[in-house]
Structure formats: C-alpha cells, structure tokens
C-alpha cells in the first residue's frame, strides 16, 4: 500500500493524519485522494469503514483559506450520529485552525447558529437542518468549493434526495463535488450525472461486496411469539456480550423493550429518533466507556454508528431488507475481531430469513433454546411483549409489565395505545412514580378509554373505576389529580 507522505500534502496534515496512526492508505484512499487533490469531481463506491472519510477530509482541508470565515466546505450526511462522527475525524485532520460547525436536528439551533456566526470553514450536517438554516439566512453557501455527499445511498432510502438537490442549486456551480456511497442505485446515479462535472468513478467494493459479512458468527432462534422474549434473556444469559447492540424495528417497541430490560437490572440504554441529540451521545458514549453493556437501537443507528469492540448484535425484530441485516451485523467483528450476531423470529418468518440468506450472500445456524429451565416468571417480560403489541394495535390499555423502569409495580403495569403518551385504558397497579391504580383516566397525559378514576394511593389497591389493566368505560377521568 501506498503511504500517505506519497502524496502532495502540507507538512501539518500529514503530521496530523501519523498523529491519527495512519501512515498507509486503504484502497479507497489511495484511489479517491490523487484525484480529489487535483480537483476532479468523485464518485466513490465504498463501504462503511473503508476509511473514505479521510480520503474526501484531506482535500477539503488542503483548500481551505484560513483568513475567509465563508463557508468553503459542505458535508452532508444522512444521520446525526454520522455527522458528529465525520466532524471529529474532519477536526483531527485539520487542526484547530480549520473551523468545523455541526449541524442537525434534535440539538439548538441557537448554538449551531452562533457557530456560524462566529465563522466555520467546514459545514457538516444532515439535509434538513441545513435547509432551516439556509431559509432562515443563517447559512450562505455561496462561496463554498467542495461539496460531499457522504452515504448517499442511505439518504435516498431515508427520503432526503429532493432536499439534497435542493441544497445542491443553493452551490456554486463551479464547486468541486464528490458523492461517496455504499451503493449505487439508478436514483443516485441519475444524481450524479446531474450534478457531478466529468467525475471520476472510483470503487473499492461491489454491489456484491456489499452484501457480504466478514468473520461473525451467525445464528438464528426459531420461537414462538409468546415465548421469543423468553428465549431472548435465556440466549444473553447464556452468551454473556461484553457490548451488545440489540435492533427493534420501532422507536415505540425499543424504548418499552429498554423499559423491560432496565425493570430487569441489565445495564442498558437505547437510542432512537424520538431521543434528544445530547441522550443519543450519552447513550453511546455509556456503551463505548462500558458503563452499559446492552444499547437498544432502532435502524437508525445501524449505519454511521462507530462503536470498537462490539461482541454481540442481537436481531430481536429480523429486518425486511437484507441489506439492513448486513448493516446490523456490520457493527461487531471489525478491525479483525470476531463478533456473534443472533436473529431471534417467529416459524411464519422462515421465508423472510430465507431472504435475507439469499441476498445477502450468507448462512445463518439455528441455535436451539432450551426454556424449559429458564428462570423467568410468565406474566413478566413475555408477557408484556404480547400486551404490547395487542394492546398498542387495538388502541386500548396494555401491558407495559415485568417491572417496568418508569410505570412499573409487583405485577406490570398498562401501557395505552393512542394518545400523546400513554392513551388507551391506563396503567394497572402502581408504580414508584404513580402509586396506586391509575384507571382509564381520559385526559392530558392518559388519554383515551375515560373512565377509570385513581386508586386510594396503595401499592396494589384496585382502580376505584374500572378493573385492575384497563380503566372503565365511562365518561369519568380528565387531568391527573
């Protein structure tokens, strides 16, 4: 491999790409970093991890001018996790003369816009936070040289193309340009050929390459519905991951199924679209530390996210797309290391699974559970699982049981279906935060059934409205007392 003092760098740079522990380049690097240097427009087909970060950081610094607080460089990323992830690697490159804002939604737009204000040479953000600051007039892009489309495959499958190319006109057309995806499907090329002056095709991997898993071990646990959280504790019991992602297919369900496992004593935390900025970094930097071993994660952390030693992923809901798989499991046996990934699914799922090891090119085990010896109460977690996704259905009061961390007591609480937080029939029982049984209770916060009423403040007293899970039908309830 070719080393990076090979190249016509500045002597800063290259000081600070040894103070990375880089000397030689990936391949990526090594095709991309020639030409991005003299001012081609790229396209470069690379997966995650490759180091294609680097190889479009280095041009854009060599071309800053430190003495124009302008805008001179554009990163635009499909996720906040990745932002802030190319924004600290783009600032280890840099040094502290280059100015690099951040930008993206869930965190102040007060902060990132006094950011700009002060003046940044580099932009990196996500597409919509970007466009809010451009209608607002906080971000001007006219004097901006290099523009980079980072994952570009992921912000046409999260929708964001039309507000790419709307950012894309708000450019100079004389901007140097390089788009850089895991993938290349017609949308994106049709992107390409619209905006990118004579690119240079560069790939370092294949579609095919893609869809390829390197050294994890992969199992699948064939289970019934009612007992697939049984056989989830049974598997991590038995496993015992150092740091383990585990992937639900709804923010809804990651945020109660982090409930469950807290309500339990794991060390957990989860991350998903609904969370703050600032909680999706803690969430993180509490697994990346140790501090937690298990990160709940819904898809939107499947790419971008950049966490070392990752034992385990565990697929408790299988996902639709194999590609989505390959990015799910892509997180844990990198650098070399090994990595274990179990996918837990229902028999009428076996198609699905059949899918996934067609396209994506690989072959999962089955793993048998044996849950006749495990040491779970019915009517805890699995069960609460199963009153989750009936109840949530249906929009009535469900099970939010197994002593959940913000509504729990002895016996598992409800959890409503519709409303702003918790509508449908209300809890049943206590908890440490509502002590007493809370009935149906229409109203601002528990919404839905009516009826209901509150118990008399016991730990386990019945509702004085309705029955014990699910609040009465009448006309009752209205603002907590």
Known sequence: MAEFRSLRISPGVLQNIHLMGFSEMTPIQEMVLPAALNGSDIIGQAKTGTGKTLAFSIPIVEKIRFDDKSVQALILTPTRELTVQVGEELGRVAGS?????LVYG??????QT????RGAHVVVGTPGRVIDLIERGNLKLGAVKTLVLDEADRMLDMGFIKDVEWI???TPATRQTMLFSATMPEQIRTLAEKHLRNPEYISASSDSDELTIGDVQQYYVEVDQKRKMDAFLKVIEEE???KALIFCKTKRWGETFYGILMGRGFKVDRIHG???QSAREKAVDRLRSGEITFLVCTDVAARGLDIQDITHVFNYDLPQEPLTYVHRVGRTARAGKKGTAITFLNPDQMRDLWLVEHHARTKLQKRDVNLGLIRIVRGEAADSERRFRSCAAAGRGGGYGGGGHRHSNDRGGG???????HSGGGYAGGSHRHPGSEGGGGGRRHSGGGGGGY??????GKPRGGPRRHGGRGRGGGRRP
């Open 97 to 101: 003369s280059t100015k690099v804002a």
């Open 106 to 111: 869930g965190a102040s737009m007060n902060t």
């Open 114 to 117: 006094e950011a700009l204000r």
């Open 168 to 170: 894309l006109e708000k």
């Open 240 to 242: 015992r991951p150092s």
């Open 274 to 276: 609904d969370l703050s």
């Open 415 to 421: 959890y409503g279906g519709r409303g702003r937080r």
């Open 455 to 460: 118990g008399r403040g016991e730990r386990r």
